[in-house]
């Protein structure tokens, strides 16, 4: 038996004799005992964590969550075509044999299979190439579909996380691209220099760049609650899960627009409260992530200390042994947490293999740095699960973690599978699994404190203390949630949460 099984047996028992001894066990106690009844019964868990509710997946990307038959569907509405080998979209040129309108796959089930599985890593084992390659080709494949449909994707994701009780939402993406890489193209970019580098940028008109991204964002949010029809009544379910933005910038483009992407996200993330973070995508793996890479930290860590407020999530240590020189895998968590002084780190899989690992480990605590564990992403790109997925380690030397889905789309996931999947490979239990739920909103880069002064035991501020989630709060906590968009969040992850555990889940004995 695996150590973290036998702690959590002893857990178990503790909670079992607590239980057993009160004379009204609680609804969380009810919970987890009925969770660890229905340990052996995958469907019976599935069902039972569908309903749970799930503070938030702050590790998402648009284009990626969105699924493939969407894609196909819009692709099929702008005439566009299908190549009948890869299954990539994009506009009909002339007649060939390798190209055919994808609104001839609403009609052939082979076609329509063939871009599916081409979108995304559904049949991966059938594909021709790695896990790796067909999910980062899957973006390239779709890109044509896109077009025009930022507010339909947005509205797809939200949907899919309130019918499984995912309360918010941050979102990666980009606004105001178009005029940002115009603007840039101009302006010379110092490595030696980030303040005049920063200052001509500013000069070439980049604030005016951030105005068409407001504008873009306003366009978009209106968009999305037409699409969602928030303006009727009752109001969909969609239209009440929380929503916000992570600007988004590309680290395998060139030193100068990478620079000029993090100056403008931001820029953006001062003007504008709905944009509340920036991050870097692309693969950590190619060869120009790989070669700048500490430069990239250089530029995010300056930008944060220039700023100061604005908060930053970046992706390190996407990386294994075999995909990239092991010289790759020694440093790049550390920079991201030291250097750039990010506030999370998504995936953090290369753990083992950074310089001092237990060291950082220890550092990442002590910073409150969380990591985004995204288990199905990791397991399809890298070959990293189960044991050999630094996961657990993360959680026994008490740095914060979240789940979250990364692509949930390409992956054909959503975020409860997650939870199922964490459950199931390493034995944790509901308490557990809640206050990985519980983190996704103390650790999201929402405005305003957050309710816990003690994240890890759920101990409220002093405003809050006493206050109960199943009553009003009293009018000093309803002052403290009224001031901050968090709180508020939280207050209603734990008002859904005493609902959920008081939906019964009595055990019978046997």
């Known amino acids: 038996m695996r150590p973290h099984r036998i702690l959590l047996g002893i857990a178990l028992m503790l909670t079992t004799s607590v239980s057993a001894s009160a004379q009204e ?32 997946d702050i590790h998402t990307h648009l284009s990626g ?37 994808v609104t001839d796959a609403l009609r052939d089930p082979a076609l ?43 509205a797809e994701l939200t949907t899919r996380a309130a019918d499984q009780n995912v309360t918010y939402l941050e979102i990666m993406l980009t ?40 504008a873009e964002l306003d366009k978009l949010e209106q968009q999305i609650d037409a699409v969602l029809g928030c303006g009727r009544e009752p109001r969909p379910p969609a239209c009440g899960v929380g929503r916000r933005y992570l600007e988004q910038a590309s680290r395998t483009s060139e030193p100068n627009m990478v620079f000029a992407q993090l100056v403008y996200g931001f820029e953006l993330a001062r003007a504008d409260r709905r944009v509340v973070g920036v991050n870097m995508v ?55 947490v030291e250097v750039a002084k990010a506030r999370r780190i998504g995936h953090g899989v290369d753990l083992a293999y950074e310089r001092d690992a237990m060291q950082l480990l220890a550092e990442m605590k002590r910073r409150d740095v969380l990591v985004e564990i995204c288990l199905t992403s990791n397991d399809v790109i890298l070959g990293v699960r189960g044991s050999r997925h630094p996961f657990p380690e993360y959680m026994n030397a008490g740095v914060p973690v979240t789940l979250a889905t990364d692509d949930e789309g390409v992956s054909r996931i959503d975020l409860t599978n997650e939870y199922l999947r964490a459950a199931e490979t390493y034995g944790l239990g509901y308490r557990q699994l809640k206050q990985l739920s519980r983190n996704g909103l103390t650790y999201s880069f929402l405005a305003g404190d957050s309710l816990w002064r003690s994240a890890p035991d759920a101990q409220p501020v002093a405003a809050c203390a006493g206050a109960r989630p199943d009553q009003p709060p009293p009018p000093t906590c309803q002052s403290f949630l009224n001031a901050s968009d968090k709180a508020r969040q939280q207050w209603n992850l734990e008002r859904a949460f005493h609902s959920f555990e008081a939906a019964g889940w009595a055990v019978e004995s046997p």
């Open 25 to 56: 066990p609680s609804g969380e106690e009810r919970a987890a005992l009925w969770f660890e009844a229905h340990r052996a019964r995958p469907v019976m868990l599935q069902m039972f964590l569908q309903k749970m509710p799930k503070g938030g």
């Open 65 to 101: 969550a969105v699924y493939a038959e969407s894609y196909v569907g819009w692709a099929a509405s702008a005439g566009l075509c299908a190549n009948t080998t890869t299954g990539a979209i994009g506009p009909c040129g002339a007649p060939s044999s390798e190209a055919r309108p």
């Open 112 to 154: 329509y299979s063939l871009i599916v599985d081409g979108l995304s890593t559904r049949n991966l084992a059938n594909q021709p190439q790695s896990g790796h390659d067909q999910f980062f080709d899957a973006f390239a494949k779709f890109r044509a579909a896109t077009k025009d449909r930022s507010a339909d994707m947005v």
């Open 175 to 214: 606004v105001g691209g178009d005029a940002l890489w115009t603007l840039a193209g101009g302006v010379r970019f110092d490595a030696n220099d980030f303040a005049a580098s920063r200052q001509r940028l500013l000069e070439a008109g980049l604030a005016r760049a951030v105005e068409v991204g407001r």
């Open 282 to 336: 692309a693969p950590e793996d190619f060869y120009v992530a790989r070669r700048d890479y500490s430069l990239h930290m250089r530029m995010v860590g300056w930008l944060n200390d220039l700023h100061g407020t604005v908060k930053v999530a970046l992706h390190a240590g996407e990386l294994t042994l075999g995909l990239v020189p092991p010289s790759d895998l020694r440093f790049h968590i550390r920079e991201a």
